[in-house]
Nanobody, 124 residues
Framework: EVQLVESGGGLVQAGGSLRLSCVAS????????IGWFRQAPGKEREGVSC????????YYADSVKGRFTISSDNAKRTSYLQMNRLKLEDTAVYYC?????????????????WGQGTQVTVSS
C-alpha cells in the first residue's frame, strides 16, 4: 500500500522558515517523482514544487521561486520542502504526492497517491 506522511507544518511568523518532510512507503521511491502541493481556504490545490526522476529537473511555482527548495534522501525515502522567507500568502495545507511516471511535471493528474496534508500558517 502506497503511503505518504507529511510532517513539519506549524505556525510561523512572516519571514520565518519551516521544513516539511514526506516519508514514503509502499512503492519504489527511486522510480517515482515526489511533488509538493498546497491548498488555501477557498482556493484550488496548486503545485508548489516537484522534481523529475528522469533528469532531475525541478519545478517551482513562480510565487515560491528563490524561497523554497525541494530535496530528497532516497535512503530515508523522504522528500523535503525547505521554505524560507515565508509570507502570509503561503498559509495553506501542504500535501506531498507521488507520480509513478517519474516525470515530476506540475500536473496534478499525474500524481496518483497523496498524503494527508500538513497545515502551514504564517502570521504577521
Amino acid at each position: 500500500e502506497v503511503q505518504l506522511v507529511e510532517s513539519g507544518g506549524g505556525l510561523v511568523q512572516a519571514g520565518g522558515s519551516l521544513r516539511l518532510s514526506c516519508v514514503a512507503s509502499g512503492f519504489p521511491f527511486d522510480d517515482y517523482a515526489i511533488g509538493w502541493f498546497r491548498q488555501a481556504p477557498g482556493k484550488e490545490r496548486e503545485g508548489v514544487s516537484c522534481r523529475s526522476n528522469e533528469d532531475g529537473t525541478t519545478y517551482y511555482a513562480d510565487s515560491v521561486k528563490g524561497r523554497f527548495t525541494i530535496s530528497s534522501d532516497n535512503a530515508k525515502r523522504t522528500s523535503y520542502l525547505q521554505m524560507n522567507r515565508l509570507k502570509l500568502e503561503d498559509t495553506a495545507v501542504y500535501y506531498c504526492a507521488a507520480d509513478p511516471t517519474g516525470r515530476g511535471k506540475p500536473d496534478i493528474a499525474e500524481f496518483t497517491s497523496w498524503g494527508q496534508g500538513t497545515q502551514v500558517t504564517v502570521s504577521s
